[in-house]
């Protein structure tokens, strides 16, 4: 497979082999291309990332910013500009305006995040008024295959919602699950985390955690298999919730962690990535489009992933 086709050339040798994300590119490349609209992508990596998923038949890209910058970029990286569009905006919050109005009248199917900060992405995808809210909670999933983890891991949210309550938790829960269903996998198993795996009233993560999991009992939330608290290590270590004396379903075996704040998801998907040689991909759920979300740092192989996320939730959808 061509470094183009397959996240995982840029990784670490891995002791297992996964195949998700893989999958989700091929997948992708069978449908027809479907316009991105791809706010501020004036760094070589976000950039490349659309240019590579256009290359690989994947989306068209609507590039948003300074057309002569564009321009520029694109003949230093040897990318033929003639199969985008380019629109042309002065600045960030400019191009992040101009790239929502696009999804808004249906000129894009998605909304693909540049080089510029999250902050003022997001915030033009959230106006009340001028974006792309629905009667849905929006949220983060970071989709992501480590090299000692034999499945593919959800992580939400990490990049959203700051200190989630219950209910927004409940939300962000269901759209993870949701978005599991739609990647093949029909009944996930969700790890709600915590520092500890019982019940204190001390720490409202586990509070949390208990309330989700009788929800599920009550059919509140529906699609998956949920436990919590558990710590890290119980989630995804068999051993550790053995010597812990942990009954569980999840325990070990976790495909879902739903993480108490967005640091602790934020700093637990980058140490994976950076520290543990994990693949990732980023989408945000629960907006009118789906939102292709990854941080300035990552790689072009990441964002092309993202990319195929989006096709298959705009495939489900159709």
């Not at 609209?37 to 976000?46: E, G, H, R, T, Y």
């Not at 995040?113 to 902050?119: A, E, F, R, V, W």
């Not at 792309?132 to 959800?154: C, G």
Request: proline share 4%; charged share 20%; glycine share 6%.
């Amino acid at each position: 497979m061509s470094e183009l086709l397959s996240i995982s050339s840029e990784a670490p040798r891995a002791q297992h082999s996964h195949s998700l994300l893989d999958e989700l590119i091929r997948s992708s490349q069978g449908r027809k291309a479907f316009p991105v609209a791809v706010a501020w992508p004036l760094s070589d990596v976000s950039f490349t990332g659309a240019m590579e998923a256009a290359q690989a038949g994947i989306i068209h890209p609507l590039l948003v910013g300074p057309q002569d910058k564009l321009a520029a970029l694109a003949a230093s990286m040897h990318f033929d500009l003639s199969s985008c569009e380019v629109i042309p905006a002065d600045n960030e919050e400019k191009a992040a305006q101009i790239a929502v109005e696009l999804c808004r009248t249906g000129r894009a199917g998605a909304l693909m995040k540049g080089s510029l900060h999250t902050d003022i992405f997001m915030r033009a995808a959230l106006r009340k008024e001028s974006g792309l809210r629905t009667a849905r909670r929006v949220s983060h999933v970071f989709v992501l295959e480590a090299p000692l983890y034999d499945r593919t891991l959800f992580i939400s949210d990490a990049a959203v919602n700051i200190y989630p309550t219950l209910e927004e938790k409940f939300d962000i829960l269901q759209n993870v699950i949701d978005l599991a269903h739609v990647l093949g996998i029909p009944e996930p198993r969700v790890a709600i985390l915590s520092a500890v795996e019982t019940v204190s009233p001390k720490i409202t993560s586990t509070i949390d955690a208990a309330a989700l999991c009788k929800m599920a009992d009550r059919g509140q939330i529906t699609g998956a298999i949920l436990d919590g608290p558990l710590a890290f290590d119980t989630a995804v270590n068999a051993e550790a919730a053995r010597v812990k004396h942990l009954r569980s379903a999840v325990a070990g075996v976790a495909e879902i962690l739903l993480v108490p704040d967005l640091e602790s998801g934020n700093m637990l998907a980058k140490q994976l990535e950076y520290l543990g040689g994990a693949n990732l991909a980023g989408i945000v759920l629960g907006a009118a489009v789906p939102i292709i979300l990854t941080s300035r740092a990552d790689s072009s192989g990441s964002r092309v992933a993202s990319c195929a996320i989006a096709s298959a939730l705009i495939a489900r959808k159709a």
